[in-house]
């Protein structure tokens, strides 16, 4: 299926936020970036959705995944059978 909407929540400088905007960019997926440093309504709402404070986190049409490096986005991904998954 191919998602509505993506939002990544991200901090800057932190390394596997960079490579999941790298991953998404990579595979063409438009997305949403919240930085949750500058941004209190955004951190607010990434530790309310995933009950943390780690970034990376996603938010794809509901479907979560919180603190992930770019292989473990990939392989949730293609469980989620989102499309495109390049």
Known sequence: MKPKTVRLFIK??????DEAIEWLDQHRIAYE?????R???ARGEMRELTGQT????IDVDGHLL???GADELETWWRQMKFEPAV
């Open 39 to 41: 941004n209190a309504e």
């Open 12 to 17: 800057p400088g932190c390394p596997w936020c």
């Open 66 to 68: 919180a603190d992930f």
């Open 54 to 57: 780690r970034a990376p986190s």
């Open 33 to 37: 970036q919240l930085d949750v440093i």
